[in-house]
């Protein structure tokens, strides 16, 4: 047998916060500044938005090894942040987090239809979380209320290791019959997302303005005036850049169109590893 690399799409891979609900991603950012205070360490919400993107108690970890935290910390507890400190930070997040997810569960305006429009392209919808499986559980159940429904979906804690790993979007191509990891393109708002995408071998899109980089609610968001907006994606698109997205866009609504690039691609035998 020989390879046949495909010619279209197959799957879109999905972040949840961020991506298609939580526009701003502030659900997970501010249950962090409130656990670390019930420690006694401030935390700034830009501070809380740095490693944005990887599993919770990763994120946690790579919050207390920034010497700015890791000293605030020390002068609270007496000590140095041991990974005992990191778990206890990590188990008060948890019920935090699971108590306050209603309150940024909303679907990012025009998700729904964006990912309707992908499905009438064939596409099956996959997606994967910095969340733990405890809280996926209430975040999905929200999104059904509200018309979202993925066909897969894979929680932080059900692989050995998330992202910047490839784990969690590989288990999606397995779960969903995929046959070529380039039929699949990655869609997330953080950089460990989009480095997840790169080295699962996909197409990945970086979402500039829906997420945590810029960190706005939606009235916010349609509010800024042109030039700080072009400002904004210009940083946006420096802190990706190292991470190499193959496309950046503001919102899922642009999302239809960049796959349709993409089928051109493939079409023209382009692959993602190559570009």
Known sequence: MSYTPPKKLQAAILDWAGTVVDFGS?????????????????????????????????????????????ARYAAARGRKASDDDVTAIYERFMPLQIEKIADHSAVIPGALDAIATLRTKGLKIGSC??????????????????GYVADHVV????????????????ANVIALGIDDVAACVKVDDTVPGI?????????????????NALGLTHEAFRALPAERLAAERTRIGAMFADSKPHFLIDTIVDLPGVVDDINGLLAAGRMPQSC
């Not at 979380?129 to 209320?145: D, F, I, K, N």
């Open 155 to 170: 929680a932080t804690d059900e692989v050995p290791n998330g992202r910047p790993w490839p784990a969690q979007a590989l």
């Open 195 to 211: 480095l997840e995408g790169r080295k699962a071998g996909m197409w990945t899109v970086a979402l500039t303005c829906s997420g």
């Open 26 to 70: 502030f659900a997970p950012t501010q249950i962090f500044v409130e656990a670390f205070a019930e420690f006694g360490v401030e935390v700034s919400l830009p501070e809380a938005r740095g490693p944005m993107g990887m599993g919770k108690w990763d994120h946690i970890r790579t919050l207390l090894n920034q010497p700015e935290i890791a």
């Open 129 to 146: 979380s910095g969340y733990p499986a405890r809280v996926m559980e209430r975040v999905v159940a929200l999104a059904a209320t509200n």
